[in-house]
């Protein structure tokens, strides 16, 4: 079945690690997508990459990197310099250059201790 | 600055009842509208979406309505059931190379 995997489902990481977030796609989407939900902030945009090698910061960029070598795979990785990291990452894809119909991965949950 | 207001932020609703979410908007610009709907611990789905040359647009039990002059627009779900106990985001976009811009959500409790 197509779609978009994430891993792990659950991550705890200490205070000043980094954290890499994977994103998988078999759906030969274009353009992918990375948001952070929080409670009652609805989904903020952190990323998004619209062709390989190539991707733009959203809302809130500052704190995470990504990188975009393959059409499939789309990883966030959340860095030290993230202020508030705790939160739940969502991958998205869509197969036109514009993001009207998204399909979302089931997320990542992330707890800094 | 947040670009779609959605309300209410929390709603329970009685098992056959309508549920109401509403959406406000300032970019005229926007001319495309989807609501997703999200289960707990699972990923938002594209549940329906309407374009502004149409006031209204049903599927199933799930009607959205749209009020151009207002810059608003608004989630019905008729004879609400249990299964429909999630939360709602409501979007929008320009269109072409532009990116979604989601409320903050409604969390529907839908009691038997």
């Known amino acids: 079945d197509g779609g978009i995997t994430q891993s792990p489902k659950y991550l705890f990481r200490k205070e000043g690690q980094n954290v890499t977030l994977s994103c998988e796609q078999n759906l030969n989407h274009d353009a992918m997508y990375w948001y952070r939900q929080d409670p009652g902030q609805g989904l903020r945009l952190i990323y998004y990459s619209q062709i390989v090698n190539d991707f733009q910061k959203g809302d809130i960029a500052e704190g995470y990197s990504v990188s975009r070598e393959k059409k499939e795979s789309f990883p966030l990785t959340v860095t030290s310099a993230q202020k508030n990291p705790t939160a739940f990452y969502l991958c998205?894809?869509?197969?036109?250059?514009?993001?009207?119909?998204?399909?979302f991965g089931a997320g990542s949950r992330l707890t800094v201790l | 600055q947040q670009q779609v207001k959605q309300s209410p932020q929390s709603l329970i609703v009685q098992k056959g009842g309508i549920s109401i979410i509403n959406c406000a908007y300032e970019?005229?610009?926007?001319?495309?509208f989807p609501w997703y709907q999200q289960f707990p611990g699972k990923g938002p789905a594209l549940l329906i979406a309407i374009r502004p040359d149409v006031s209204e647009k049903k599927e199933g039990r799930f009607t959205i309505s749209f009020n151009k002059s207002a810059k608003q627009f608004s989630l019905h779900i008729m004879d609400s059931q249990p299964g429909d106990s999630a939360t709602y985001f409501c979007?929008?976009?320009?269109?072409?190379?532009?990116?979604?811009?989601f409320g903050k959500g409604t969390m529907l409790l839908v009691s038997p």
């Open positions: 970019n005229t610009a926007f001319d495309y």
């Open positions: 998205a894809s869509t197969s036109s250059k514009g993001a009207n119909v998204l399909t």
């Open positions: 979007a929008a976009s320009t269109g072409g190379y532009s990116t979604l811009t």
